[in-house]
T-cell receptor
Framework: AQSVTQLGSHVSVSEGALVLLRCNYS??????LFWYVQYPNQGLQLLLK??????LVKGINGFEAEFKKSETSFHLTKPSAHMSDAAEYFC???????????????FGQGTILTVHP | DAGVTQSPTHLIKTRGQQVTLRCSPK?????VSWYQQALGQGPQFIFQ???????QRGNFPDRFSGHQFPNYSSELNVNALLLGDSALYLC??????????FGQGTRLTVV
């Protein structure tokens, strides 16, 4: 079974500062890893995904994440925070379900990002 | 492209009642998954439908059932509602070897 742990339920940064949201995963087989963002009263929007290609993955809105197998981590970063980045962020893992789809997603508990002016 | 659409957006039901939530997948997508997101939690996988059959199921009781239609749209049914079923229900659609796209969700309140 897969699992995800997001370290820090709340992260607060100043506008222009580095954003670092931490995610560690557990999987017995090579995983697919994702970061999603959720704005209040909204669904989930995909920021980026790792699918066993390049270990440094670039996503939308200036976010990127690095897959580190030895550390079982997939931390999300952004060099300079913007007020519009304030939202809840979810890390998720899935595994190949017989090659027909990514299968079910297992999510972490989420990290609420607050950006101060 | 309308993306993944869910209806209704909000719903209030009484304990013991039954509810049906609906989802239309993104154009061209053939796989639909349902998730339950309780307040302050990450989404929890309920089940996934592909070719009108349930392919995978999470740790949810049989009160939760679903259906996928030939046009790939899907329904989630919950019987004998409990207060603990109050949550945001998210539908996600995908295609073979692609990531899931989520709808805006249906907010279910059980009173």
């Amino acid at each position: 079974a897969q699992s995800v742990t997001q370290l820090g339920s709340h992260v607060s940064v100043s506008e222009g500062a580095l954003v670092l949201l931490r995610c560690n995963y557990s999987s017995s087989v090579p995983p697919y890893l994702f970061w999603y963002v959720q704005y209040p009263n909204q669904g989930l929007q995909l920021l980026l995904k790792y699918t066993s290609a390049a270990t440094l993955v670039k996503g939308i809105n200036g976010f990127e994440a690095e897959f580190k197998k030895s550390e079982t981590s997939f931390h999300l970063t952004k060099p300079s925070a913007h007020m519009s980045d304030a939202a809840e962020y979810f890390c998720a893992v899935s595994v190949d379900a017989g090659g027909t789809s990514y299968g079910k997603l297992t999510f972490g508990q989420g990290t609420i990002l607050t950006v101060h002016p | 492209d309308a993306g993944v659409t869910q209806s209704p957006t909000h719903l209030i039901k009484t304990r013991g009642q039954q509810v049906t939530l609906r989802c239309s997948p993104k154009s061209g997508h053939d796989t639909v998954s349902w998730y339950q997101q309780a307040l302050g939690q990450g989404p929890q996988f309920i089940f996934q439908y592909y070719e009108e059959e349930e392919r995978q199921r999470g740790n949810f009781p049989d009160r939760f059932s679903g259906h996928q239609f030939p046009n790939y749209s899907s329904e989630l049914n919950v019987n004998a509602l409990l207060l603990g079923d109050s949550a945001l229900y998210l539908c996600a659609s995908s295609l073979i070897a692609t990531e899931a796209f989520f709808g805006q969700g249906t907010r279910l309140t059980v009173v």
